[in-house]
C-alpha cells in the first residue's frame, strides 16, 4: 500500500513539473476537460488577427441619382475630394452603422455584431453609430485622418472607449480603405482592451451620404474576439455644398424703389434741420 501511494505521489510530480501551465487554467477549463493542454494560458495568447476580408471587385460611386463603376465613370481625385466634402459636411455629427445586403446595400440590422468573449463570458458586442469629432486633410496625400468616436455595448454594458485615429485614403479606383491603430476600451475591471477597425469601401453615394463596404473588427486584451461582413454607413449630411448655387437679389421694381426714397427722406429731411434748420451756410473768411 505504502508503495502504491509512493508510485502515486511521484507521478503527480512528474506531471506537475513537466506541465506547470496545467495550474495556470480557469477553473471552469479544468472542470470541463482536465487533461486538453490546447487552451491553458501558456498555450493561447488572448489576441484575436484580424477576421478575413473579402475584397470588393469594383467600387460603385452613385452622383446625379446615377450609379456607375468608379474605375469608368469617376477619377481618383475627383472621388477624393468628394469624401473630403462628405466627411467635412459631417463633422461632429453622428453617422449610423447597419448590417447590409452586399446586393441592395439595404440594411437589414440597425447594428453591427460580433462575438467575443469578456473574461471567461461569452457575450456579443453592438457598435449602432459612430460620431466623426474631426477631419483633417493631409497635405500632399489622398488621405483624410479622422477622429472618430464609436458607440459599443455588449451584454447591455456601455464601457468607456478612447477616441479612435482613423485614417481613410483613396489608393485608387479600386482601393478605398479606412483602418486605424486600434482605440482603448475599459470592458473589464482589469487591464483594458484595443479594438482595430478594417474597412474596405465598395459603395459611395453621394447622393444621400451612404459608405458601404466589408468590415472586419478585432479585439485583443481582457475581452476577445472579432468577425467579418459587410456593413453601411450612413451620414446625415451629403457630399455636395450645403449651398451650392448663389442667386443674385431680384432687381427692385419702381414702386419699391419709391417707397425706399420715401422712407430715406425724412431721414435726410431730419437730419438737415438738426445742422443748419433750413438756413443756408456761407463760411466767414478771417482776416
Same mark, same amino acid.
Given at each position: 500500500?505504502?508503495?502504491?501511494?509512493?508510485?502515486?505521489?511521484?507521478?503527480?510530480?512528474?506531471?506537475?513539473?513537466?506541465?506547470?501551465?496545467?495550474?495556470?487554467?480557469?477553473?471552469?477549463?479544468?472542470?470541463?476537460?482536465?487533461?486538453?493542454?490546447?487552451?491553458?494560458?501558456?498555450?493561447?495568447?488572448?489576441?484575436?488577427?484580424?477576421?478575413?476580408?473579402?475584397?470588393?471587385?469594383?467600387?460603385?460611386?452613385?452622383?446625379?441619382?446615377?450609379?456607375?463603376?468608379?474605375?469608368?465613370?469617376?477619377?481618383?481625385?475627383?472621388?477624393?475630394?468628394?469624401?473630403?466634402?462628405?466627411?467635412?459636411?459631417?463633422?461632429?455629427?453622428?453617422?449610423?452603422?447597419?448590417?447590409?445586403?452586399?446586393?441592395?446595400?439595404?440594411?437589414?440590422?440597425?447594428?453591427?455584431?460580433?462575438?467575443?468573449?469578456?473574461?471567461?463570458?461569452?457575450?456579443?458586442?453592438?457598435?449602432?453609430?459612430?460620431?466623426?469629432?474631426?477631419?483633417?486633410?493631409?497635405? *500632399?496625400? %489622398?488621405?483624410?485622418? +479622422? $477622429?472618430?468616436?464609436?458607440?459599443?455595448? !455588449?451584454?447591455?454594458?456601455?464601457?468607456?472607449? =478612447? &477616441?479612435?485615429?482613423?485614417?481613410?485614403?483613396?489608393?485608387?479606383?479600386?482601393?478605398?480603405?479606412?483602418?486605424?491603430?486600434?482605440?482603448?476600451?475599459?470592458?473589464?475591471?482589469?487591464?483594458?482592451?484595443?479594438?482595430?477597425?478594417?474597412?474596405?469601401?465598395?459603395?459611395?453615394?453621394?447622393?444621400?451620404?451612404?459608405?458601404?463596404?466589408?468590415?472586419?473588427?478585432?479585439?485583443?486584451?481582457?475581452?476577445?474576439? *472579432?468577425? %467579418?461582413?459587410?456593413? +453601411? $454607413?450612413?451620414?446625415?449630411?451629403?457630399? !455636395?455644398?450645403?449651398?451650392?448655387?448663389?442667386? =443674385? &437679389?431680384?432687381?427692385?421694381?419702381?414702386?419699391?424703389?419709391?417707397?425706399?426714397?420715401?422712407?430715406?427722406?425724412?431721414?435726410?429731411?431730419?437730419?438737415?434741420?438738426?445742422?443748419?434748420?433750413?438756413?443756408?451756410?456761407?463760411?466767414?473768411?478771417?482776416?
Amino acid at each position: 500500500m505504502s508503495r502504491l501511494k509512493a508510485l502515486t505521489l511521484f507521478g503527480l510530480v512528474l506531471f506537475t513539473v513537466s506541465n506547470c501551465s496545467f495550474w495556470n487554467r480557469s477553473l471552469q477549463d479544468v472542470i470541463n476537460d482536465p487533461f486538453d493542454y490546447q487552451h491553458t494560458t501558456y498555450g493561447v495568447k488572448r489576441s484575436v488577427y484580424m477576421a478575413p476580408l473579402q475584397m470588393p471587385r469594383n467600387v460603385i460611386v452613385c452622383r446625379a441619382k446615377q450609379c456607375a463603376p468608379l474605375k469608368i465613370s469617376t477619377s481618383k481625385e475627383y472621388i477624393y475630394n468628394s469624401l473630403v466634402q462628405l466627411m467635412q459636411n459631417n463633422n461632429n455629427e453622428k453617422a449610423l452603422l447597419c448590417t447590409a445586403d452586399t446586393g441592395t446595400h439595404n440594411c437589414y440590422m440597425n447594428y453591427v455584431s460580433l462575438p467575443i468573449t469578456v473574461g471567461i463570458t461569452p457575450a456579443y458586442m453592438y457598435i449602432d453609430y459612430v460620431k466623426i469629432s474631426d477631419v483633417h486633410i493631409s497635405k *500632399g496625400n %489622398s488621405s483624410i485622418k +479622422l $477622429l472618430l468616436n464609436y458607440n459599443v455595448t !455588449y451584454n447591455g454594458q456601455t464601457p468607456d472607449c =478612447a &477616441p479612435d485615429s482613423t485614417l481613410m485614403f483613396v489608393k485608387n479606383t479600386d482601393n478605398i480603405v479606412m483602418e486605424d491603430d486600434g482605440y482603448q476600451c475599459k470592458m473589464t475591471t482589469i487591464g483594458t482592451t484595443t479594438i482595430k477597425t478594417l474597412f474596405l469601401v465598395d459603395y459611395i453615394d453621394l447622393d444621400y451620404g451612404f459608405i458601404g463596404g466589408y468590415y472586419s473588427i478585432g479585439l485583443s486584451g481582457p475581452a476577445y474576439g *472579432g468577425g %467579418s461582413g459587410y456593413m +453601411l $454607413l450612413r451620414l446625415q449630411k451629403m457630399s !455636395y455644398p450645403l449651398k451650392a448655387n448663389f442667386v =443674385a &437679389p431680384p432687381e427692385k421694381t419702381k414702386a419699391q424703389k419709391k417707397a425706399d426714397e420715401y422712407m430715406q427722406a425724412p431721414a435726410n429731411a431730419e437730419a438737415e434741420s438738426k445742422t443748419t434748420k433750413g438756413v443756408q451756410v456761407f463760411p466767414i473768411n478771417k482776416k
